[in-house]
């Protein structure tokens, strides 16, 4: 306590002045990196690095806009599935405001969802998937000590199972707690998501140590988007506001893709992109802001999660169409994650090797 009080907490008192009296006075009031010298060389190479890809930042940013369109489209859907009158924005208030959507009492009945989650998919898993980890696993709260400021995630286990990788979710109110779009959370943060990937990697014997533990994100959260996708093949998304959750994350990385972009060559102020996120999806204005702010402080690294995906997708159409009935999905995904983690060009190399042998 003593050292909280004599030597932390001044420390802090330090750095806010610090921040207040001389850093922020002298600080720029341009948002982009297209303000600074080399700022679109610079943000040009953060692009290819977070991505693995030889995209622009225009085609990426093209890339966003159609997505951004069709999620639209398909969100009207089902509004209209469900007998929504009102507009896509009204639709998102009604989600996050009715009754309907907050069905639990306690924190347990919000495990228990996810564990059904779990059980519904987990037959179906057997078809998709020649190769599971050995690596154990669970659903657990969030520790009360950080719930606040945590948001679901995965914390992998390790190696020698000594630690099973763990499904964390903040609960603060079970009351509070909207279970629109459970079903896509778990698929990405779990099962076959985050749990299928790193722990296979973790476990794979072929791998030299420093590549078992090797990431780069557009590969990682590129196949935790893709797998979101599996939904219905996985037996999930029956339920219309279940879809509606799936459809809601993955607009929420498709809006990455504009916004990043828009911010760091194209001039797209703070405020603008905070209202281009609130327009097209289901979130708050405090929410939008860290988001936005979070692109302006990492300048590139929110494309790897879209880029991932629509490359996972586009190679497996792409080998579906070229194999026909030599294609299986199971062994795609073994292809896809025996090799761990690597640049999206090498897997693609990779799956043209696999491809050309079948």
Partial sequence: FYQITHAILPS?????????E???????????????????AMYQFLAKNYTTTTLTPDSIYQLGLNEVARLRTEMEKIKT????????????????????????KTPKEV????RSVQNTITPN???????????????RQTEAFRAASASAEYNAGTADGSRPG??????????????????TLFLHEAIPGHHYQISLQQENKSLP?????????AYAEGWALYTETLGKELGVYKNPYQYLGHLSDAMHRAIRLVVDVAIHTKGMSHDDAIHYMMTNERISKAEATAEIERYMAIPGQALSYKIGQLSLLAL???YEKELGPKFKLADFHTQVLNGGNMPLKVLEKKLSLWAKSL
């Fill in 12 to 20: 802090y008192s330090k750095l806010k002045q610090f921040i207040k």
């Fill in 22 to 40: 001389e850093y922020l006075p002298k600080s720029r009031k341009t948002h982009g990196l297209s303000s600074l010298p080399n700022g679109l």
């Fill in 81 to 104: 599935q469900v007998g929504f009158s009102g507009t896509l924005a009204e639709f998102f208030e009604h989600i996050n405001a009715d009754p309907q959507f907050y069905i639990f």
């Fill in 111 to 114: 495990l228990d969802s996810f």
């Fill in 125 to 139: 898993l057997k078809t998709m998937f020649e190769t599971v980890p050995k690596t154990k696993f669970e659903i």
């Fill in 166 to 183: 763990i499904f964390y979710t903040p609960i603060l109110d079970a009351k509070k707690f909207n279970a629109v779009g459970m079903e």
């Fill in 209 to 217: 140590e420093f590549r078992k533990y090797l990431g780069y994100s």
């Fill in 316 to 318: 497996r159409a792409k």
